[in-house]
């Protein structure tokens, strides 16, 4: 059974839809160096990004 569930208004996709499957594992798993160096550039709402790794506390580790 998961750990955490995290219910979000709509799913991470890049500008020609594609579901950033990379994204979602490295933010489960806690993979603040993966994520540092996450491309955001790609995708349509780099905001969704933002709020999902700030609701499981891995923002300010990647800030740094």
Known sequence: APAHIE??????TTLSGKHMRRFYRQIAQGDVEGLGKANKATLAMPEEFDRLVESFGLAPAISK
Request: glycine content about 0%; overall charge neutral.
């Open 7 to 12: 219910f979000v208004p709509t799913l991470m």
